[in-house]
């Protein structure tokens, strides 16, 4: 009885184990495919700031901001102290318009506008964030590198 269950507890494993093995190579051929963009031109903005920090990622033709994530490391707004972390993708969400940008995300109690102009040369970025919580206002400006 014993040997039994052991026999159904490794064939469960058996198309587990079979979906690893094809998608795995699937997984590793998409991102060798990836192109890395040119060190000269901005495409990955971190910035550490009073409520914690956020990334951007710029498409190679600066035309969108396509990931946006922000940490909140027991920022106090609005009498709400918020810890965590949310990570945000999209196309065509936040277009970058003669080099300036607005990324709005709603976090139920917790609204962060990330806002920032790309230079002409587009080796930086600077802007202001605001995070709107209870009927209060917090705001501060960031710039990177």
Not at 84 to 103: E, K, L, R, S, Y
């Amino acid at each position: 009885m014993a040997m039994q269950g052991k026999r159904t507890r490794a064939s469960l494993w058996f198309p587990v184990l079979l979906s690893l093995g094809m998608f795995m190579p699937v997984s590793l051929l998409s991102a060798a495919a990836t192109v890395p963009a040119d060190s000269s031109e901005l495409s990955r903005v971190s910035v550490s700031s009073e409520f914690g920090g956020f990334d951007l990622e710029i498409s190679p033709d600066f035309r969108q901001i396509t990931l946006f994530s922000v940490r909140l490391e027991e920022y106090r707004c609005g009498g709400i102290t918020v810890t965590g972390q949310i990570n945000a993708q999209g196309m065509d969400i936040w277009p970058v318009v003669n080099n300036q940008f607005n990324v709005d995300v709603s976090l139920g109690i917790y609204k962060i506008i990330i806002s920032g102009v790309i230079n002409s040369d587009r080796t930086g970025v600077c802007g202001t964030w605001v995070i709107e919580a209870t009927g209060t206002t917090c705001s501060g400006t960031w710039e990177f590198p």
